[in-house]
């Protein structure tokens, strides 16, 4: 019934509406609630908001299973700060940033198929928002689960990674397991410094270690 939408369909740059306690409750956010799960998980992705499969509503789900993890080095893990997120939803979210220090890695987008680049984003952020039975919730997310909220709740604001990334260093797929999978941040950042000009690619020094 529902497929995922690519960037070029207007929704994906639409604002999203906020839902009423009303609306969250109702069967029919309820089930897009579970569409939209079936769809994360048979993608696969980390995140999806309703304005991918074509539905312009401020609600989103989010999962980051262990088994993701299963094509990451250790180190890999490590510096991205990547640990699991249980199958949670938000709805309304607001976000704030906790700790405004820019991090760099590659990223990707279930509506930007084929590709991933370089998107900086905040260290930490607080998300404050409403679960799927309209009770509030207050997330403080750091390291990688800050990166899909930031992400996602751009999309319910008609924003791409696409819009933030260092175009730079957009690669396929396919390139990216080529040249850059396995690599540490700052080989990586080095690599495109030394094509590309340096100030454009740097973290917030108390970021690198
Ligand atoms: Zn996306």
Not at 105 to 130: H, K, T
Not at 154 to 159: M, N, P, R
Not at 192 to 209: C, G, H, M, V, Y
């Amino acid at each position: 019934m529902f497929t995922i939408v690519e960037a070029g369909d207007p929704v994906l740059r639409q604002q999203a509406q906020p839902l009423s306690t009303e609306e969250i409750l109702s069967e029919s956010t309820q089930v897009l609630i579970e569409m939209m799960g079936e769809i994360m998980r048979s993608a696969p992705g980390v995140g999806l908001a309703a304005p991918q499969i074509g539905v312009s509503v401020q609600v989103l789900v989010i999962e980051d299973r262990p088994e993701y993890h299963l094509r990451l080095t250790e180190d890999e893990l490590c510096e991205r700060e990547r640990v699991s997120v249980p199958f949670h939803v938000l709805i309304n979210p607001t976000l704030s940033i906790d700790d405004a220090r820019e991090v760099r890695f590659f990223e990707g987008c279930l509506s930007v198929p084929g590709y991933q680049a370089i998107v900086p984003r905040a260290y930490a952020v607080r998300v404050d928002a409403f679960d799927a039975q309209a009770q509030p919730i207050t997330i403080h997310a750091q390291g990688w689960y800050a990166r899909i909220l930031q992400h996602e709740i751009d999309h319910l604001h008609g924003t791409l990674c696409i819009d933030r990334m260092q175009s730079c260093t957009l690669t396929s797929h396919e390139n990216y397991k080529r040249f850059w999978q396995g690599k540490s941040r700052n080989e990586i950042l080095n690599a495109f410094s030394a094509i590309k000009n340096t100030e454009i690619l740097q973290d917030s020094p108390s970021i690198l270690r």
